[in-house]
C-alpha cells in the first residue's frame, strides 16, 4: 500500500522536507513535489528526494501547448516519477504534453480534471471531470487526477488501467481546510482509486509517520473487506 499512498511535500524549505522524508521512510512510497516546494528550492531538491522515493511533480501545467511540451521535456530530464498538466488546457495542448512525454517512458503523464477545492456542484464536478478525463485519455494521456467521488464513473469508461489519482483525503474528524469534495483513505481504495494525495493531515500532524501509518492501514483494511 505505500506505493499506492503520495504525500505532499506542501513546505517551503528543503531542510523541511528532508526532514518529513526521513521521518516517513517507508511509510510511504511517493512524495509530491508542488508550487511552493519547487519554487523555493527547484531541481536540486527534486534530486534528493528521487535518492529514496518516487516523485510526482504537480505543477500543473497549463499555457499554450509549445510552453507546456518545454515545460514536460524539462520535468522528463530532471527523471521524475509522474507529472501533471490541466486538461481544461484543451485538446492541442494535452497531445502536445503526450508528444513531449514520450521519450521519458518511466514518467506518468497525467491531466488534472476538477480541483478537489472547487465550489461547483458536485454533480457539475462529477460531469466536468468525466468529460475532461475521456479528452485526456483521447489525447494519449495516462490518467487523471480528480476526486474519490469521480473515480467509479471515469473507471467505468475509460477502463481500469486509466490512473487515477485521488487528492481530497480526510479521515475522523480532520478539518476540510480548502478542500471541498473529501473522502477517506478506505473511501479511495473502494473506489479504486490508483493513487491517494494527502498533504496537511500528514504532514502537520502530531507526529507525521503515526498518520501516514493510520492512513496506510485504513487502505489494507478497504481491500480485505
Ligand atoms: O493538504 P491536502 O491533503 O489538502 O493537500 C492536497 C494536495 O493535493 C495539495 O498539495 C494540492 O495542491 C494537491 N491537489 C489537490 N487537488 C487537485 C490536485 C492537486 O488538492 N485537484
Not at 510552453?67 to 495542448?93: C, F, K, R, W, Y
Not at 480528480?146 to 479521515?171: L, M, Q, Y
Not at 471541498?180 to 500532524?205: E, H, N, S, T, W
Request: overall charge neutral.
Amino acid at each position: 500500500m505505500h506505493d499506492r499512498l503520495m504525500v505532499a511535500l506542501d513546505v517551503s524549505t528543503a531542510a523541511q522536507a528532508l526532514a518529513l522524508r526521513d521521518e516517513l521512510g517507508d511509510a510511504v512510497g511517493w512524495f509530491k513535489i508542488g508550487l511552493r516546494l519547487f519554487v523555493a528550492e527547484g531541481p536540486q531538491l527534486v534530486a534528493r528526494i528521487k535518492e529514496s522515493h518516487k516523485v510526482f511533480l504537480d505543477l500543473k501545467f497549463h499555457d499554450i501547448p509549445n510552453t507546456v511540451a518545454q515545460a514536460i521535456e524539462s520535468a522528463g530530464q530532471l527523471g521524475v516519477d509522474m507529472v501533471n498538466v490541466h486538461a481544461a488546457g484543451g485538446t492541442e495542448m494535452l497531445a502536445a504534453a503526450v508528444k513531449a512525454a514520450a521519450p521519458f517512458s518511466n514518467m506518468q503523464l497525467i491531466a488534472v480534471t476538477v480541483l478537489t477545492s472547487d465550489s461547483m456542484p458536485k454533480e457539475q464536478a462529477a460531469a466536468v471531470a468525466l468529460e475532461r478525463a475521456v479528452m485526456a485519455q483521447a489525447a494519449g494521456i495516462a490518467g487523471v487526477v480528480c476526486s474519490v467521488h469521480e473515480v467509479a464513473a471515469i473507471k467505468s469508461r475509460c477502463g481500469g488501467g486509466f490512473i487515477t489519482v485521488t487528492p481530497g483525503i480526510r479521515w475522523g474528524d480532520q478539518s476540510l481546510q480548502d478542500q471541498k469534495r473529501v473522502a477517506d483513505p478506505a473511501a479511495a481504495i473502494q473506489a479504486g482509486a490508483d493513487y491517494l494525495v494527502v498533504g496537511r493531515p500528514i504532514i502537520k500532524a502530531p507526529k507525521a509517520r503515526v498518520a501516514a501509518l493510520q492512513a496506510q492501514k485504513m487502505m489494507h483494511d478497504a481491500i480485505r473487506l
